[in-house]
């Protein structure tokens, strides 16, 4: 007998290679390690030096001269944010602070938003030319304007006031309150303001009645970023107050010292705070109205 070999091919399975999938989900893992030691690095430097003001400003001036940095307060008390207040005369800067900024604010903002308005609504000869002169004033240095205005200030009788910062204030932030008004008012379709005359609308009750409502929250963005830059401006405010009850809060911050000119670490850590805290408060307030004019600012029509 023959037998008959029926010769069977063999399949051999080959060896599977790690796939395009599998690489990519060990990348996507690495990238999300990375990206979290950044935000953990990045956690650090922002809230570190927060943590240690806010743990200085419990300390006496004992603990800063003799004890390490990185010590802990021995008792936690408000000593040096009651004498911060009333001794260092916190109440009395942020005062005027309050008393040059917000009136400042409240007419770059008025100012800003007609110009934005007459810019980019209105339709007349010679507005580009004007839009580029606001920009220049945008590129021109504060430093290089505050001896010529010092002088005309004290031709005018008005050193020793708070009229100086007023009005300093106002001309300096106006240039990029009117280019960011202007490009949001540059958003807003044209046929509203025209339905609206259309309607009997005049020009006046057109801008306080359609065109403010329709860039309120970029009125919050623009009021928000010229209430940073002027709330905390030293150059300014150092070079026009010429007494001590004229300082606001940052120059008051500035010279915040004690008997025989000895710097009181304690009290100026609760001062920094107290103002770290105002901030703070307002921008959180505020922190919805500024993205929302934020997105708005970025899409045209």
Do not use: H
């Not at 010769?7 to 060896?15: D, E, K, N, W």
């Not at 009333?86 to 007419?107: D, E, H, I, K, R």
């Not at 934005?116 to 609504?121: K, R």
């Not at 103002?275 to 993205?291: D, G, M, S, T």
């Amino acid at each position: 007998m023959t037998s008959v070999d029926t010769a069977v091919p063999a399949t051999s399975t080959p060896l599977r290679r790690p796939t395009s999938r599998r690489r990519g989900s060990s990348r996507r893992r690495v990238g999300q390690v990375v990206s979290g030691a950044l935000v953990a690095l990045l956690l650090v430097i922002v809230v570190g030096p927060l943590v240690w003001m806010l743990l200085g400003s419990f300390k006496t001036q004992t603990e800063f001269l003799e004890q390490p940095v990185w010590a802990l307060p021995q008792q936690w008390n408000f000593d040096n944010y009651v004498f911060a207040w009333t001794q260092g005369n916190f109440a009395q800067y942020a005062s005027n602070s309050v008393l040059t900024v917000f009136p400042s604010l409240l007419l770059v903002l008025l100012f800003g938003s007609m110009a934005g308005f007459a810019l980019e609504v209105l339709v007349w000869k010679g507005r580009g030319a004007i839009l580029i002169t606001f920009l220049a004033g945008i590129m021109v240095p504060t430093q290089m304007i505050l001896l010529p205005l010092f002088a005309a200030y004290f031709r005018l009788g008005l050193t020793g006031t708070l009229w100086p910062l007023l009005i300093t204030y106002t001309a300096t932030s106006l240039p990029l309150a009117v280019f960011l008004m202007a490009t949001f008012f540059r958003a807003v379709p044209r046929e509203i303001f025209e339905a609206a005359m259309l309607d009997g609308a005049g020009l006046i009750r057109s801008f306080f009645l359609v065109g403010l409502p329709m860039v309120r929250n970029a009125l919050f963005t623009v009021g928000l970023v010229q209430f940073f830059m002027l709330w905390n401006d030293l150059l300014i405010a150092l070079t026009f107050t010429n007494s001590g009850s004229l300082r606001t809060l940052q120059v008051g911050l500035l010279n915040f010292t004690g008997q025989f000119g000895s710097v009181q670490y304690g009290p100026l850590f609760a001062a920094i705070c107290l103002n770290v805290v105002a901030i703070l408060v307002i921008y959180l307030f505020l922190n919805k109205q500024v993205q929302k004019g934020l997105t708005a600012g970025a899409v045209k029509g």
